[in-house]
T-cell receptor, first 114, second 111 residues
């Protein structure tokens, strides 16, 4: 079945630095990937839709200059948290789908900004 | 916008008991999805429903797509400790591929 790989699974960074998270679809081509953010014991909140070969579409209230998304190929999307601050600490999850299947999720990235 | 109301928010049950949770939406859905999330991991698809009235099973899990197309339920029979986790319902969002998630049901199973 479809598999989505996310890397790294955990990252700790200092305030002011940038962190890149990768999301790969391993056995299918994903023209669209999605990035979610999840706070403890809460639901997933969609941050942006990543479109291969074009600009990402951000949800209302999400700063596009802070959360840079690049969808360089049909199997890879990256989320870069720029100038991270402690309030950016969260669980970030990507998802992807092929034309005829529901969304499959990566295993998430736990970001801790100190 | 679309809203999903999922209940209950949490459940504490004994091993072997059955579990039921449900979701209602403010608008008609043509797809209902049920996911389970283990701690520190991404959600995993349990059951996908595509037709009003559809009843689908996956092992001890059974889910139904409500006739009104505005609700769905998930049942877990004979719960076991590994059923612990957060269960989310989800439906299609406002554009292709987007999902709207319910608030989640935190399930705790006591041995």
């Amino acid at each position: 079945g479809a598999v989505v790989s996310q890397h790294p699974s955990r990252v700790i960074c200092k305030s002011g630095t940038s962190v890149k998270i990768e999301c790969r679809s391993l056995d299918f081509q994903a023209t669209t990937m999605f990035w979610y953010r999840q706070f403890p014991k809460q639901s997933l909140m969609l941050m942006a839709t990543s479109n291969e070969g074009s600009k990402a579409t951000y949800e209302q209230g999400v700063e596009k200059d802070k959360f840079l998304i690049n969808h360089a190929s049909l199997t890879l999307s990256t989320l870069t948290v720029t100038s991270a601050h402690p309030e950016d600490s969260s669980f970030y999850i990507c998802s992807a789908r092929s034309a005829n299947s529901p969304l499959h999720f990566g295993n998430g990235t736990r970001l801790t900004v100190t | 916008g679309q809203q999903l109301n999922q209940s209950p928010q949490s459940m504490f049950i004994q091993e072997g008991e059955d579990v039921s949770m449900n979701c209602t939406s403010s608008s008609i859905f043509n797809t209902w999805l049920w996911y389970k999330q283990d701690p520190g991991e991404g959600p995993v698809l349990l059951i996908a429903l595509y037709k009003a009235g559809e009843l689908t099973s996956n092992g001890r899990l059974t889910a139904q797509f409500g006739i009104t197309r505005k609700d769905s339920f998930l049942n877990i029979s004979a719960s076991i400790p590994s059923d612990v986790g957060i269960y989310f319902c989800a439906g299609p969002g406002t554009s292709y591929g987007k999902l709207t998630f319910g608030q989640g049901t935190i399930l705790t199973v006591h041995p």
